[in-house]
């Protein structure tokens, strides 16, 4: 009886040459299938903007031929120029011997809708603020938009800069320890003609932005805590471990953050900081707080909003 294939058993056509692969493969459709293939028999992790072996085959090839994610299906049956195909092998190889994140292979990914340059300086985008983003932080301003948002530890820039976009009045400050981050960073504020409201500072956390005030600070800081980035797969180990690992259960920022942020905040102002899993450490660390954790239509966790008010409040538990 023939046994069925799968993951463990059945060869890798990688095996094959480029040259056979791309006289073999012909069609957008073809390597759709193809690559979505090799994803599932390699293993790989998604968790930079896909979500299965297919979504990661779509978003390469599209990438690689310079498409929009919402073209048109039947581009799927256009026969690709042999550059085209020698690259959709190139970048498929790639991502499947070295791990690195798809992002970083195409030097883009998405946020809020909009393309960001990213590589290996900057943790790539994925987090589930870009919904209060979208909403123009309306359940906190619901007459008037903020006038003035930080975005703390900002990376490429993409929440601060995504904020900018959303709200065509706001003022951004671009936060980050990390000068190689800001490089980034201002890339992309040229990429999307902001620089008259959004500018980059380097910030040790709130050192170096003495005496402002903002509306909003929104933070997506380090906040991986030990146990976890010792098991994270392989692709997180190409991002920036500065903006990642913060001591034995992820606080080592987000403390800090909470015991200083609201002298930078406005009476009015609120602070929305995300924590991913560690979010059972802030529990336990401030038992006290009754933090807002938010929730999300496309899902994720560990985002809590404090106003200046229960900063006050608290102020003795964060000191």
């Not at 008259?196 to 402002?212: I, T």
């Not at 909003?216 to 690992?245: C, Q, W």
């Not at 979010?279 to 966790?301: I, K, N, S, T, Y």
Request: a negative charge; glycine letters at 6%.
């Amino acid at each position: 009886m023939t046994q069925p294939l799968n993951a463990e058993t059945s060869p890798s056509s990688l095996t094959l040459p480029d040259t056979a692969l791309v006289s073999e493969l012909i069609t957008l459709r073809d390597y759709l299938r193809w690559v979505s293939s090799e994803f599932y028999l390699a293993g790989l992790y998604y968790g930079h903007g896909t979500e299965s072996a297919w979504d990661e085959a779509v978003a390469l090839c599209l990438g690689a031929l310079h498409l929009p994610w919402n073209v048109d299906p039947g581009v799927q049956d256009a026969r690709l120029l042999p550059m085209e195909r020698e690259r959709i092998v190139t970048l498929t190889r790639e991502r499947i011997t070295t791990r690195r994140p798809l992002p970083y292979l195409l030097g883009e990914a998405f946020f809020a809708g909009y393309p960001f340059d990213v590589d290996e300086r900057v943790l790539i985008p994925r987090s589930p603020m870009a919904e209060l983003i979208e909403d123009g932080f309306a359940a906190w301003f619901p007459e008037e938009p903020p006038e003035r948002v930080l975005d703390l530890c900002t990376g490429s820039g993409c929440i601060g800069i995504a904020t900018a976009l959303y709200l065509p009045t706001c003022e951004v400050t671009l936060a980050d320890i990390s000068q190689e981050a800001l490089a980034v960073a201002r890339q992309n504020i040229t990429r999307h003609d902001v620089g008259e409201r959004v500018r980059a500072v380097e910030a040790d956390v709130f050192s170096g932005l003495e005496g402002q005030r903002f509306d909003v600070i929104i933070s997506n800081p380090p906040y991986v805590d030990k146990r976890d980035l010792a098991t994270m797969p392989a692709e997180f180990r190409h991002e920036p471990a500065l903006a990642l690992g913060a001591g034995s259960d992820g606080l080592d920022i987000v403390r800090r953050i909470l015991r200083e942020a609201r002298a930078h905040l406005t009476d009015e102002g609120w602070l929305i900081v995300e924590v991913g899993n560690s979010d059972r450490h802030v529990e336990a660390a401030f038992p006290e707080v009754a933090f807002m954790w938010l929730e999300f239509e496309r899902g994720g966790q560990g985002v809590f909003a404090l106003s200046a008010a229960e900063l006050d409040a608290h102020a003795a538990s964060f000191a």
